[in-house]
């Protein structure tokens, strides 16, 4: 097969994902059918009928059928993925269950379901159940060990620097000029997602150039939000309505300019190079028998070794990390964020220092990442 980016191909997905070469893609999202075995119309109370997920494309014999459809082009996706490449699968309460479950028995590592929140979602008119006013994305990697993509800075500043948690409370329905329609003004897909959605997804999960797939193409959504980040795309989609509607409006995209130093979101200190504590050491920024205080605790005190361990009142020895970990009870620590030295009366973090030597040396780091 051709593989040209930035095109939608027609035909069924596993097909044509069989056919794409392996280890090419960096990050998959995936809109399957959701399978919500909708029997009658729905109406409003004052009898209006509901625009809902009736398409044929949504309906399946059976759970067997629906399993057997989402496992192979589960399969298909992992076969297409870069080793660090990952995949998005969202759904509703109807599917994702099953379909987490054979992400796993697949062998993808799991690692967020990400909840998203409807600002605006349809009210149940039967007024039988609960409104359903969310619905989950599975995010995961080829593998338990994978070497994956997450732009952890980029997202934080996205969130007012804080870290951004696996609820998404602010993003609406697709409506207004983005809602996609057809000639006669009405809605041209009935599962078309918000690309405040895509926004999220694309620029945690993946960096420019890279190439993003999405496998039930659909309203072209994915396609949208690529072109504006500067990744390149590819879709997959068997009908030929949509895939002319899609690229209408992915053609009417206009991407700004490409820059690196503003396209570029990856964490400015890892495009730096890496800076271990040994390294400070060595280079006089801390020193041998110095004391250090966990989260600015006398009472938390660890004493620099000249092997660039730390060692504890109590005798506990390891890195910046393990004894930060020691104190708070073996939860994940960042000890460059959290171990401080006096100078004078005033507490200084050591990520200052690592700072420091990265401003002073950032040719020579830079010249050793190429």
């Known amino acids: ?68 459809f989402t496992a192979a082009w589960l399969k298909a996706c992992r076969q297409v993925l870069k080793p660090s490449g990952t995949i998005w699968v969202i759904g509703s309460y109807h599917n994702i ?30 007024g039988v159940r609960f409104a359903n006013a969310h619905e989950t994305l599975i995010w995961a990697s080829v593998t338990k060990r994978s070497k994956y993509i997450f732009n952890h800075q980029a997202m934080k500043g996205f969130n007012e620097d804080k870290q951004m948690r696996s609820d998404w409370w602010i993003i609406p329905l697709a409506k207004g000029p983005e809602r996609l329609r057809d000639e006669v003004g009405n809605t041209a897909h009935s599962t078309q997602k918000p ?34 980040l500067h990744r390149d795309w590819l879709g997959i989609e068997s009908d ?43 280079n006089g920024l801390v ?23 730390i060692r504890t009142k109590d005798g506990f020895e390891g890195s910046i990390h393990q004894v930060g970990r020691y104190y708070i009870g073996g939860s994940p620590c960042n000890g460059w964020q959290n171990w401080y030295v006096l100078n004078g009366s005033h ?16 040719n020579n780091l830079q010249a050793s990442r190429n």
């Open 1 to 68: 097969m051709n593989f040209e980016r930035n095109r939608i191909i027609e035909g069924d997905c596993v097909r044509v994902l069989s056919a794409l070469p392996k280890n090419s893609v960096d990050l998959i999202f995936a809109d399957p059918p959701y399978n919500l075995q909708l029997e009658d119309d729905l109406h409003r109370p004052d009898m209006t009928r509901v625009d809902g997920v009736n398409d044929k494309w949504d309906r399946f014999d059976d759970f067997e059928s629906y399993d057997d």
């Open 97 to 126: 269950f099953r379909v987490g479950r054979i992400m796993q028995d697949i062998g993808f590592w799991i690692l967020n379901d990400v909840v998203w929140v409807k600002t605006n979602p349809m009210p149940n008119f039967r």
């Open 195 to 228: 690309e405040a959605l895509l926004y999220r997804v694309i620029l945690s999960s993946t960096n420019p150039g890279d190439l993003v797939l999405d496998p039930f193409m659909g309203s072209g959504t994915t396609g949208v939000v690529a072109k504006r």
């Open 240 to 282: 030929g309505k949509y895939i002319d509607l899609a690229q209408q409006r992915i053609d009417k995209v206009k991407a700004e300019d490409y820059d690196s130093d503003a396209f570029d979101v990856r964490d400015l200190k890892k495009k730096r190079g890496r800076v271990s504590f040994a390294t400070i050491l060595e």
């Open 287 to 309: 020193r041998p028998g110095q004391k250090m205080y966990f989260q600015k605790k006398v009472d938390k005190m660890a004493v620099i070794k000249p092997n660039a361990k």
């Open 347 to 362: 507490f200084v973090l050591i990520d200052e220092f690592r700072e420091k030597y990265r401003l002073d040396n950032q």
